[in-house]
Structures are given as structure tokens and as C-alpha cells.
């Protein structure tokens, strides 16, 4: 349940979220431009293109891209945290949509849990370990490879 502030948005205030509003439906308009037709021809991610390592974030924009098309399995085949990534984006525009509609400040959240330091040193932890575990199966089927220009 939200709970609303007694507290008014100031002008700044209102600048300020819709600039996050505008930040958090980025990756969202992005992947609907992506699924129609728009083909960028090469991949994102710099250290991919650099040392032929995946990064971190490698297939999160594949994983947003299939949940946009509603493919939840082929989403989550691309990176497990595509799709929690993009349902957190697009709750986070409704909370900052809702509090600029309503001028006032969302004062508590179902989320609330989220502000505790703690949970996102476990989120964290979880995300670093799930990219270990996919470098070492890419490893295991011969797909992990260094690029062989950077070592010339």
C-alpha cells in the first residue's frame, strides 16, 4: 500500500522525476524501437567488443527485448536478471508517474525493504555470483575466449 507525504512537490522536486521518469522508460522504449525493425548491427557492450569477455550486463538488452515480445523463457535463457530488471524500470515509472500526478511524495512503499544497505549487498552478491557461474559455462563449452587482437 502507498503512502502518500503531507509533503508537496516542489518545481526542482518535479524536474527531478521526471528526468528519472524519463531514465527508467529508456530501457523500455529502447527494446520496443528494437523489436521493430531497428537492427544496430553491432553489439553494445565494450568489453565484449574489446577483450571478448562478457560483461555483467551482457544479454540484458536480448532479455529485455523478448520480454517486451512477452517470451518470459527466452528472457530469462538471455540473462536471469533481464526480466526483474525491466519489472523494476517499469514499476519505478509508475511510482514516480503516480507521485507527479499526485504532487505529493510516496512516503512508504511495499518496497520499502529496499532501502535497507544490507539487501543489495545480498543482490549484489547474487548478481556477481550468477556471472561467475555463467563464465564458467562458457568456459566449460569452449564459447569464453580471449580476442586474440588485444594480445598482439
Known sequence: MLTFSDAVLNASERYTRWGFLGLTLTPVVGA???????????????????????????GMTRSFMAMVRGE????ISFHLFGPALLTTFLGLAIFLAIELYQGKKIAR????????????????????????????????TGEFYINPFILS
Not at 548491427?41 to 560483461?55: D, E, K, Q, R
Open 72 to 75: 518470459v523463457d527466452q528472457a
Open 109 to 140: 512503499t511495499p518496497f520499502h525493504f529496499l532501502t535497507k544497505f544490507r539487501v543489495w549487498v545480498y543482490i549484489f552478491a547474487i548478481y556477481f555470483v550468477y556471472y561467475g557461474i555463467r563464465l564458467f559455462s562458457l568456459f566449460r
Open 32 to 58: 520496443v524501437v528494437l523489436n521493430h525493425g531497428y537492427d544496430p548491427g553491432v553489439s553494445f557492450c565494450p568489453m565484449l567488443n574489446l577483450t571478448g569477455i562478457p560483461c555483467p550486463g551482457c
